[in-house]
């Protein structure tokens, strides 16, 4: 989805990667099949939560309390 069209970067006014952009399309992608907003910044919001999960599981940081 969003890797697919080549003006996606530029209408945030950022450049990602295209490793990232294929994350990216990947969540919009579960989001769009779970009935959930589309927003960057719902895309955003689970990319940082789902890796901060996942360093708590691995020991890598202590959740703050």
Not at 4 to 26: N, T, Y
Not at 33 to 57: C, F, G, H, K, M
């Amino acid at each position: 989805m969003a890797q697919d069209h080549p003006d996606a970067p530029k209408q945030f006014g950022i450049r990602l990667h295209p490793d990232v952009m294929e994350m990216v399309s990947k969540i919009q992608q579960f989001r769009q099949r779970t009935n959930q907003p589309l927003t960057l910044s719902s895309i955003v919001e689970d990319a940082v939560e789902w890796y901060y999960a996942r360093l708590l599981e691995e020991g890598a940081i202590e959740e703050e309390k």
